[in-house]
């Protein structure tokens, strides 16, 4: 929620009659004072303005990963962007990072900490200077993890440079590429569409061209780090609708239609939340959205005429309404896309022979 500056504005009109005598000769030679007078319209243009809360939405692409490997590590970084740098803005951003990490390893060799400064290129461009697991981060940054690290983030011919934020929190690693963000991952069989085969045949390859190059470059700074790859997931329980996080129970959501969980009189468009205590294959989805009503500020303002003047500002206010839909998730195997088309359900496919199939319930509000 953020804030929307709404304006108002009235013109006001008033006169003045400005007197004055000034001397002129009569018919007979004589000199003799001439009173005139004249009237002056003015106007002036009052403006006001308030702040009221209003609700922004834009799309943020991201990627979370969880690994078992370096559990109490925790740090983040943001993109520095050395690979559109020129030389000098290169040589400034290393340098000053450099200077606020060495005031870091000075003053937790003061405290009695062991953060260390081994590879001054790496520290300076990945720049997690928040970290607080010094020992599980070198064991995460090897060698020839912090060598391959480097040379993704220099490289924008093939993959996209250093355009991407890092944020590690235990066992969760979530990576913001700013790349994804131009990118939607839509598997939509009709997006392929065209009346010409060779059309349709280009369509269909470059879409997987672009989805394969934009998630590959999404994953490559958790693929620079060997101990991810060696560190394998823990065991799981088979595929299952109970197993489906609240995330991806969104999705399948928002491909049954946004339509079935927009609540009434709803004026924004609806962001779509599982409840994240479900029970067995069905879950509350709930869609969040504003309705609006028009308001009215007045704002006394003193004009140029001496007058006070009420200046009426017209803006509108954004109230919270919520619906919730229930919505029914089976796992089925060896199921077609097609069969669940005609339905109308929708379909994740989470394996080569089980698939997630989406379907309403009876609305609860």
Same mark, same amino acid.
């Given at each position: 929620?953020? *804030? ?18 000034? !001397?002129?000769? =009569?018919?007979?030679? $004589? ?18 303005? #308030? ?10 692409? $991201? +990627? ?13 970084? &943001?993109?520095?962007? #050395? ?33 260390? +400064?081994?590879?001054?290129?790496? *520290?300076?461009?990945? =720049? ?24 993704? !983030?220099?490289? /924008? ?6 355009? %991407? ?31 010409? %085969? ?22 490559? @700074? ?6 991810? $790859? ?33 609540? @009434?009189?709803?004026?924004? @468009? ?8 479900? &029970? ?41 309404? *919520? ?10 195997? /060896? ?6 088309? &005609? ?23």
């Amino acid at each position: 929620m953020g *804030e929307k500056t709404w304006s108002g504005s009235k013109t006001i009109h008033w006169t003045e009659t400005r007197n004055w005598t000034e !001397m002129q000769q =009569n018919a007979n030679g $004589q000199t003799v004072p001439v009173h005139r007078s004249e009237t002056i319209s003015h106007s002036q243009t009052l403006t006001a303005s #308030i702040s009221r809360p209003c609700p922004y939405y834009h799309n943020n692409t $991201q +990627l979370w990963y969880a690994n078992e490997a370096a559990p109490n590590l925790s740090f983040s970084r &943001v993109a520095s962007n #050395i690979d559109e740098k020129g030389a000098f803005s290169a040589w400034r951003l290393k340098r000053a990072n450099k200077k606020a990490l060495d005031k870091k390893q000075k003053q937790s060799l003061a405290q009695g900490g062991n953060f260390m +400064l081994t590879d001054s290129e790496f *520290e300076t461009l990945f =720049n997690a200077h928040d970290r607080d697991h010094e020992v599980e981060f070198r064991l995460l940054f090897t060698p020839l993890a912090r060598k391959q690290m480097l040379s993704l !983030m220099k490289e /924008n011919t093939e993959g996209y440079g250093d355009d %991407f934020a890092f944020v590690k929190t235990g066992k969760m690693n979530a990576i913001f590429p700013r790349h994804l963000q131009k990118f939607e991952f839509i598997e939509a069989p009709l997006q392929f569409s065209h009346f010409n %085969f060779k059309a349709a045949r280009q369509r269909f390859i470059d879409y997987h061209h672009d989805f394969f190059r934009h998630l590959y470059f999404a994953f490559a @700074p958790l693929m620079t780090i060997p101990i991810y $790859q060696q560190t394998p997931p823990p065991a799981t329980a088979g595929y299952g609708a109970e197993r489906v996080s609240p995330w991806a129970s969104e999705v399948m959501a928002h491909h049954l239609g946004a339509a079935h969980f927009i609540p @009434p009189e709803a004026a924004t @468009p609806v962001v779509l939340k599982a409840n994240r205590d479900q &029970v067995g294959n069905e879950i509350a989805m709930t869609g969040h959205a504003f309705r609006t009503e028009g308001r009215v500020h007045t704002v006394n303002m003193r004009g140029n005429d001496g007058g006070n003047h009420d200046v009426h500002i017209h803006w509108t206010e954004y109230i919270p309404i *919520e619906r919730t839909q229930n919505m029914k998730i089976d796992c089925k195997p /060896n199921l077609r896309y097609r069969d669940v088309a &005609v339905s109308g359900d929708a379909l994740l496919r989470v394996g080569f022979r089980h698939a997630l199939v989406a379907s309403l319930c009876q609305a609860e509000g």
